[in-house]
């Protein structure tokens, strides 16, 4: 269902299931409206022709706060243009956000919802300012922008999480609720999900598809492996220990690959092995080592008669 004001350009989309909710969901966006904006009234809405909205409970509750209905002529719907533009501009924005991602066809309403956010940041033909800054009165911020269907890294909740496990999980990223809570799809099971924008890592270059196409194993039949490649290592300080650790061992093998790398361990000996700041091995000849004791043992005599001698 689409709602657009024909004064500031401002709209409002709803997806429903069925069109028994239009009824309920026309009257509860005129008393948001009427609650939100309380100095601006609603003078007119004008609707098609279809049957959840031409109820005489629906006009009678129009005429009781004074809003006219207006109904167009059958099958023309010309005179429902600004609508039907906007619906156009929104099947027009969605297809090409579906192309550049990876999701089926099928989330078309993801893709409708974030076209109809993007609506209301851009300047139309009527006025040179856009629809939420003719509302609100102010610049709108549009830092929050991501590409549609760009692969998300959004934090694991404590209570999920393990301290050597993986931080953060992959997810699909299908929008925004407010410049602060984004909207993403968890890719194996396609449920969505919300997140704060701060506490997420964004990849724009890499696109997931729905379902994945990576299978997960059993956790007890699954193999330790560096090189594995299933979400649990798709977070980007995951990788970076994968890298510092790929980094060692790579310098590892060229250490090994030295000359005088200690690669056989049963032909190095203790005395073999240098220390530092030490030559790597010290020989001590015979002829100097009885030398020196016989010098020594000749002071040790003269400082035994010295002594004698003093005290006689």
């Known amino acids: 269902m689409v709602l657009i004001d024909a004064s500031t350009r401002w709209s409002h989309v709803s997806l429903l299931s069925t069109r028994n909710f239009a009824f309920a969901n026309l009257l509860a966006q005129i008393i948001r409206l009427r609650s939100q904006f309380p100095d601006y009234s609603i003078k007119k809405i004008r609707l098609d022709n279809a049957g959840e909205f031409t109820s005489q409970s629906f006009n009678d509750y129009c005429m009781s706060i004074g809003i006219d209905v207006e109904h167009p002529v059958p099958h023309v719907h010309t005179q429902n243009g600004l609508a039907e533009s906007l619906i156009k501009q929104l099947q027009l924005i ?5 192309m550049k991602s990876r999701l089926p066809s099928s989330a078309w309403g993801y893709a409708i919802m974030h076209a109809a956010n993007l609506i209301q940041l851009r300047p139309t033909a009527y006025h040179k300012f856009s629809p939420l800054r003719l509302i609100s009165g102010k610049e709108p911020n549009i830092s929050h922008l991501k590409i549609f269907g760009c692969s998300v890294y959004v934090p694991i909740a404590p209570p999920y999480r393990t301290i050597m496990g993986p931080q953060r999980r992959l997810g699909i990223y299908v929008g925004f609720k407010s410049p602060s809570i984004i909207n993403y799809l968890e890719p194996m099971t396609g449920d969505l999900f919300t997140a704060r924008f701060d506490d997420c ?24 492996t560096w090189n594995a490649t299933n979400l649990s290592f798709l977070d980007s300080r995951t990788n970076a220990c994968e890298q510092e650790i790929q980094k060692i061992i790579h310098l590892q093998n060229v250490a090994n690959q030295l000359p005088d790398a200690f690669t056989d361990s049963k032909k190095v000996t203790k005395s073999h092995i240098p220390t530092l700041n030490a030559p790597s091995r010290i020989e001590i000849l015979a002829e100097i080592s009885e030398r020196t004791l016989a010098n020594e043992s000749m002071i040790r005599k003269k400082n035994v008669i010295d002594h004698l001698v003093q005290e006689i």
Do not use: Q
């Open 94 to 98: 969605a297809r090409p956000l579906l």
């Open 201 to 224: 890592h964004f990849d724009e270059t890499v696109f997931p598809a729905l379902g994945g196409d990576i299978k997960e194993m059993d956790p007890r039949t699954k193999d330790i």
